[in-house]
Structure formats: C-alpha cells, structure tokens
C-alpha cells in the first residue's frame, strides 16, 4: 500500500482524494515542515480521517520509554486507525513492546539496518520502516538493506511488515516493488512524480486530441 509521508493538509487532501493513498505518515520532523506540532496530532488525524486516511501513523515522543510508552497510548486512543510510530532505540524498543503487549499497532521507525528487523520483530511490531535514502547516504545500499530487511521479516512469519521511508526515485520504488515490498510512504512531491509521468501524460494528452478529431 502507498502512504503520503507530509502533513501538509492541502496536499494529503488533494492526494487521499485520488483513492490511491491508503493513508499518511508523519514525525515531529514532519509536523514541524508544516508548521505544527505534537499537541496538533489529534487535529492531523481528525483531518486526515475525514479526507480518506484509512490508517495514520503518529509518532510518539518522549526521553524514556515510560513517556513514550504513555504518549503512545494517548496517540492510539485517537482512534483505532491509528498505528504508534516509534524510534529504533533502546527506549523506543522497550515502550513498544509495552505497547504492543496491550494490543497497540506499533511501527519501529527510524532504522538504518536490516539487523533492526530482528528488533522490529521481538518487540512484536506490525511494521518496520527502513529509511532508504539515508542509508544510501551512509554508503549502505538502502534497496539492498529493506529487501534483506522484508526476508528476514517474511521468513519469520510473525506479521511484521516493512514499510520502506525515504525513498527518493521511481527507480527506488520501481526496485522496492520488485522486491516484495509492497508498504511504500513518498513524500508529495515523489507522490506527484509517481502520478504524473511525463510519457504518459503526453500520450494521454494525445488520445484527447485524436478523440476530438484536432489535427496537430
């Protein structure tokens, strides 16, 4: 399934509105490119909802894993569409398995190695989400590293999906795809890119002239 990764309102809306988008994620890093913070998640989902979003992924924030165990509980009681985001870390890790012990959906985010999926899986995560591109960056083969990551996960059978993050090209999605890897969030403008190719839209364009019978 394809995922927005933005929470700005005017885009997911016009975007969620195609019925292609199964829903949004988001971080803080996220809320703040769009002006917002924490304390707008309940206005992000409420919005989010109402245009479409089957499934909104929040991330919980907090130093330890008591805070983020709580803040994600808060989060979750939003709605049942909700999925906890949560940091590859070792306080992140043990709030989710607290959480997903009380039956909460959990996404282990934030991870920059296929070893991770092994993290993912103990702490009984629904999904991992591997940052692509800033592995690449790091000199890992990001593509690589989430096919190594969605194996290790499909061989263990527990249900833990992996949910590739920043990707940068059709190319990456085209690659993750092939792969098996179906849960993908781009960004709006990857989003756009995706939707709106060159050759096809000229092609299309085409078919509409020819329909009207307008000679070039």
């Known amino acids: 399934m394809l995922y927005i990764d933005s929470a700005d309102r005017a885009a997911v809306e016009r975007l969620l509105h195609t019925g292609l988008f199964a829903g949004i994620t988001t971080n803080p890093t996220i809320l703040r490119r769009s002006g917002l913070g924490p304390a707008d ?36 009681d939003l709605g049942a569409d909700v999925v906890v985001k949560l940091p590859a870390t070792t306080p992140g890790l043990t709030a989710a398995r607290r959480l ?74 085209a690659e993750l795809s092939a792969a098996g890897v179906g849960d993908l969030t781009l960004s709006v403008a990857l989003c756009d890119a995706l939707l709106d190719q060159e050759h096809s839209v000229a092609a299309a364009a085409r078919f509409e002239r020819d329909a009207a019978g307008v000679t070039d």
């Open 41 to 76: 998640a309940r206005d992000v989902h409420a919005w989010a909802v109402a245009a479409g979003a089957g499934v909104v992924y929040l991330q919980a924030t907090g130093a330890t894993a008591r805070e983020l165990a709580d803040d994600g509980a808060r989060l979750r």
């Open 100 to 173: 997903t012990g009380r039956g909460v959906p959990v996404l282990v985010t934030a991870v920059y190695h296929a070893s991770q999926a092994v993290l993912a899986d103990a702490a009984g995560a629904s999904g991992i989400a591997p940052y692509v591109g800033r592995m690449d960056d790091l000199g890992l083969d990001g593509v690589a590293q989430t096919r190594m990551l969605h194996e290790a996960l499909a061989a263990s059978g527990r249900g833990c999906r992996v949910l590739a993050a920043s990707v940068r090209t059709l190319d990456q999605v």
